[in-house]
């Protein structure tokens, strides 16, 4: 089974762009559909984005589509968000997560779970 550690969050200012990256052990990494999601304070986990095992499937939430750039690599074991004109309302912990194949938009479809980063949108 997959162990999934998330980096890279921070406090970014609104308008501003960030990178977080999610790195995988302990299983065969190409296996694995990869996704994010976030939660901020007081509101249920959401859809971010995914990536087929391929890297050539993706799928993004109504919310970021546009601004995020999901993208996966086989050979590091990672899968990175390129995250461009950040606001407010993008403040919340990033989780990655992991399954076998792509799956649907929602938490209860996705097994395998880091442990979150932080990210901060604050002029």
């Known amino acids: 089974q997959v162990h999934l550690v998330e980096s890279g969050g921070g406090l970014v200012q609104p308008g501003g762009s960030l990178r977080i990256s999610c790195t995988a052990s302990?299983?065969?990494?190409?296996?694995?559909?990869m996704g994010w999601f976030r939660q901020a304070p007081g509101k249920e986990r959401e859809f971010v984005a995914a990536v087929s095992w391929s890297g050539t499937s993706l799928n993004y939430g109504d919310s970021v589509k546009g601004r995020f750039t999901i993208s996966r690599d086989n050979v590091k074991n990672t899968v990175d968000l390129q995250m461009e004109n950040l606001q407010p309302e993008d403040t919340a912990v990033y989780y990655c997560t992991a399954r076998l194949g792509l799956g649907p938009k929602k938490v209860s479809a996705w097994p395998l779970w880091g442990q979150g980063t932080q990210v901060t949108v604050s002029s």
């Open positions: 302990g299983a065969t990494f190409r296996d694995y559909a």
